[in-house]
């Protein structure tokens, strides 16, 4: 198994879908993670450039369909954080919670697996920052993940790659 | 015990503080409840005009030390809701939580009566929209208040003031 | 000659990419006239889900390079107005000029037609407009058009569109 | 004579108003010069808390007001630039020229003397960025001035500070 990298710093959804082709359908891959939503939230705030909610859904279910259509399995991810608190008073709490219940249904909708990373993160700090601190668990700041953040998103989606395999070829 | 309101649609922060003298300081009030916060949340979305964490807290404190050296008795109270489902999914449930933890400890360090309206708000909801609804409890459109809002939000205010003058004179 | 229309209220230049081939290349055009850039300004202020300069220009050039893949005639617009005031100080004019500016540019790099609109729309303001008034010369409220704003956009488009007849098959 | 500056970077106009009494009227000033307005607009884009064109025009307002009660000389300055481009191509253009004819019409009601900075620099910029650059010849980043964007200011205030003095004691 090779594991091929093409995140994109800055990228919404939209960019994913205009990169699709030639960054990941021409590597032939046998499972796409989605991992995108942070932008999309963020840059309504830092550049008036965020995706409206309508907009995000439309451009993940198109996404989504063009994998299907090359038969390459699908695996979704909610985006983890804005900000590390836990009693929901990080700035952007309430859209990204609103974001990552849509991608939530859109796996339900489409019977794929889901790395649900932003409850990974909060249950995460829950037990971690008892502070309530807004950075420095997981995150460097607010945003831009550690090394712990790195291998929590890691270890979450190896759980689900792993049983794919086990349910694959 | 004449009750009189100021309150004026749009109102931020700072205009609470512009208005003070000629809208209020000049009744001579006993007592003053400030309910402020929706709109300096709100309209960092709806049109770029909202109001910096810092700025808040800055206007708040110097109102308070205004009413202060009139000897007029101050309740806070934190601003409500924009959007009423109960899983902080609201779009700024986020914002408006960070605004009113801040209400919440000025209150606290000043020693202030408050008027928990966010948090009764919520009780409210998580007792009564078991569907998660975002508006038509306590609403009508998810900011401005029906009938039952209404009353929520003077029984509330009413346990305050009522304990105000019994301390009172 | 038949003429179509495809656009769709709100849409911005990436809505355009996502809807190209069902909505466009489907009819199988000999031409196909792209006016956009209002919303991608607009929305910035509105809602925080403007686009980005460079993403602009990104998905402007991938819808060119699409229709040019399919052997399809392009004309371009610039994006009219967002007021009608014509001393440039209608609050998104910086921005709406920025964007024209881009798309003048997209088209003399790839020898293009372009349709000037937000030129055509300015000069005829500075003629019937002497009152410098923010809508009711083109537009009824800044933005959307009303007949005199029609007649001028279809006035503009049909001088390219017939020109490209005379030169084509 | 005696120069003092009381200007605090990141404030917008009702910052100005909040400390009007301790940190200007305290130093009994005989001329106050009013230089605000870039963060107003400013601040809409880049963290959604700008000022509303309304609110802007009233706290304008009521700082002449308490200065002309302390019989205070007043002296207003248009905002001077969010980018230095001359075609009005700098996103924050059109805001820019619609608070800047707010301060001229203000000046002009109130018969007060006023330095027109938005238009000296882009006369200036007419005649020294024929490249129509956005930073550089009186910026270093299309908002914080450089020692010409400084000597520039200096000059024009200069200019009617001398003639207030002249027509004054």
Redesign the interface.
């Known amino acids: 198994m090779e594991l091929l990298g093409s995140g994109k710093g800055g990228d919404?959804i939209?960019?994913l879908?205009?990169r699709l082709e030639q960054d990941v359908l021409v590597k032939d891959p046998d499972v796409v993670i989605i991992f995108i939503g942070v932008n999309d939230v963020w840059?309504?705030?830092?550049?008036?450039?965020?995706?409206?909610y309508n907009?995000f859904e439309?451009?993940y279910n198109?996404i989504i369909q063009k994998l299907n259509a090359a038969n390459i399995k699908v695996v979704l991810c909610t985006p983890a954080v804005i900000?590390e608190k836990t009693?929901?008073?990080?700035?952007?709490?309430?859209?990204?919670?609103?974001y990552?219940?849509l991608i939530r249904s859109i796996a339900l909708k489409n019977n794929l697996p889901l790395v649900d990373l932003r409850k990974s993160f909060l249950d995460y700090n829950l037990e971690h920052n008892p502070e309530n601190k807004e950075a420095g668990i997981l995150t460097t700041d607010k945003v831009h993940l550690n090394d712990n953040g790195n291998k929590l998103v890691a270890d979450e989606m190896w759980k689900h790659i792993r049983n794919l395999k086990l349910t694959g070829n």
């Not at 550049?47 to 409206?52: C, E, L, P, Q, V």
């Not at 009693?87 to 609103?98: A, C, I, P, Q, T």
């Open positions: 919404k939209y960019d879908y205009l840059h309504k705030r830092s550049s008036g450039t965020g995706t409206d907009k439309a451009f198109a900000g009693d929901f008073s990080n700035e952007l709490d309430g859209d990204m919670n609103k990552a219940s």
